[in-house]
């Protein structure tokens, strides 16, 4: 089962435009992270928030996270048409297994976002 | 240095077919972790490996997949007697050690993955 949702399932901008998605999840985390995922490849890490940080900057992406809510946001700012591409949040979880604690990932369904040049 | 691969990238398979998809992970890696993305959604849980030690199979979805990483470097998902159900792309993902005392799980650094095709 998925504990992400993310908003909206598509969005379509021009280039130069921002971009927003969103993401809520259901339990406490550890952190929460960000992929992109361009069509017929892997996964890219984008950036990692942890529970006690509420915004996050790298380039032109800035990540906000609100515990309360249980929801976080992705801005992608000056967007280009190489930004086309799926974006996933997924949140790390504590799990204990063999004695160990690791962060188990669970993804939401992700944004399909498609910028125009 | 290199990032995670997997081979085939590609399989097509004949239903009831066995399969083994191999993932070769970031060198120094602890942990591995296999995912099962579907068709439009987001990838899904599989199994964990901590070196070579199988922590967690609670997402493999029937006793048809079985995982191994026997020197706790390379890893392969083998899936026996295919179903159409198994199609999907197969995810594999490295990260080093899986926690910090009071720090932060680490990032996955995820390779291209294997689409699966079984007709």
């Known amino acids: 089962s998925q504990q992400g949702e993310e908003d909206p399932q598509a969005l379509s901008i021009q280039e130069g435009e921002n971009a927003t998605m969103n993401c809520s999840y259901k339990?406490?985390?550890?952190?929460l992270q960000w992929y992109r995922q361009n069509s017929g490849r892997g996964l890219v890490h984008l950036i990692l928030?942890?529970?006690?940080?509420r915004e996050k900057h790298s380039g032109r992406l800035r990540v906000t996270l609100d515990t309360s809510k249980k929801s976080s946001s992705l801005l992608i700012t000056a967007s280009r048409a190489a930004d086309t591409a799926s974006y996933f949040c997924?949140?790390?979880?504590?799990?204990?297994?063999?004695?160990?604690?690791?962060?188990?990932?669970?993804f939401g369904q992700g944004t399909i976002l498609t910028v125009h040049p | 240095g290199a990032g995670v691969s997997q081979s085939p990238r590609y399989k097509v398979a004949k239903r009831g077919q066995d399969v083994a998809l191999r993932c070769d992970p970031i060198?120094?890696?602890?942990?591995l972790f296999w995912y099962q993305q579907a068709l439009g959604q987001g990838p899904e849980f599989l199994t964990y490996?901590?070196?070579?030690?199988?922590?967690?199979k609670s997402g493999l979805p029937s006793d048809r997949f079985f995982a191994e990483r026997p020197e706790g470097s390379v890893s392969t998902l083998k899936i026996q007697r295919t179903q159409q159900e198994d199609s999907a792309v197969y995810l594999c993902?490295?990260?080093?050690?899986?926690?910090?005392?009071?720090?932060?799980?680490?990032?996955?650094?995820f390779g291209p993955g294997t689409r699966l095709t079984v007709l």
């Open positions: 993902a490295s990260s080093r050690k899986p926690a910090r005392r009071g720090g932060s799980y680490n990032e996955q650094f």
């Open positions: 339990t406490s985390i550890n952190n």
């Open positions: 928030i942890r529970s006690n940080e």
């Open positions: 997924a949140t790390a979880v504590p799990f204990l297994a063999g004695g160990t604690s690791y962060g188990k990932l669970t």
């Open positions: 060198s120094g890696h602890v942990s």
């Open positions: 490996f901590q070196n070579e030690a199988q922590l967690d």
